[in-house]
Structures are given as structure tokens and as C-alpha cells.
Nanobody, 124 residues
């Protein structure tokens, strides 16, 4: 069964940057839509960004537009989330997820595979 492993989380000050990576166990995921979600304490898991296979289409939550960029390198079986101008409200556990169906995917239940999550903490 395929696996997703996130890395790149950490602690930064407001205004800083981090790049998260999500490594897939095999190239099956190159045909999947991939999403980055986050979950802060006491809050629901929310979609941050999404990218279809072959980068046909991307989606960003309003709260991260212009600051975060999702990308993928199918040759490396890896999806990235570049996070710039970080704010304290970006603090959360960030999860990578994969969805077989090309379109849609706004809810956590739309996704078939999940990583274990990586903590991002932004201090003011």
C-alpha cells in the first residue's frame, strides 16, 4: 500500500519561510491529485492547497493565496509546499494527502491516502 511521508516542518518567526515536502513511496501517486491540509489545535482539518496530476490545476485557500505555492515533481514522486511570509495563524500540523479522482477534493474525506503530518510553528 502506498505511503506518504512529510518533512520540512519546524519553528520560524513571523515573516519567515519553510518548504514542506511530501515523498510518495512509489510513482502511483504521480497520477493522483495531491493536497496539503493543516489542522490547528481545537480546529477542523482544512485544505490549504491542491494540485492535480501533471499540474493541470492548482487551488489555494484564501488565507494562503499569494504566500504559499504548491508544486510537484513526478520524477521524484514528491509534492512541495513553499510557505512564505508566514504568520502565527499558520501554526498547525500540516498533512499531505492523495486523491485518485482528478477533480474536486475540498474535504478531508475526499482523499484516499494520508501522511503522518509535520508540525509548523510560527512565532510572533
Amino acid at each position: 500500500q502506498g505511503q506518504l511521508v512529510e518533512s520540512g516542518g519546524g519553528s520560524v518567526q513571523a515573516g519567515g519561510s519553510l518548504r514542506l515536502s511530501c515523498a510518495a513511496s512509489d510513482n502511483t501517486f504521480s497520477s493522483y491529485t495531491m493536497g496539503w491540509f493543516r489542522q490547528a489545535p481545537g480546529k477542523e482539518r482544512e485544505l490549504v492547497a491542491r494540485i492535480t496530476r501533471n499540474t493541470y490545476s492548482t487551488y489555494y485557500a484564501d488565507s494562503v493565496k499569494g504566500r504559499f505555492t504548491i508544486s510537484r515533481d513526478n520524477a521524484k514522486n514528491t509534492v512541495y509546499l513553499q510557505m512564505n511570509s508566514l504568520k502565527p495563524e499558520d501554526t498547525a500540523v500540516y498533512y499531505c494527502a492523495a486523491r485518485r479522482i482528478l477533480w474536486g477534493g475540498g474535504r478531508p474525506t475526499d482523499y484516499d491516502y494520508w501522511g503522518q503530518g509535520t508540525q509548523v510553528t510560527v512565532s510572533s
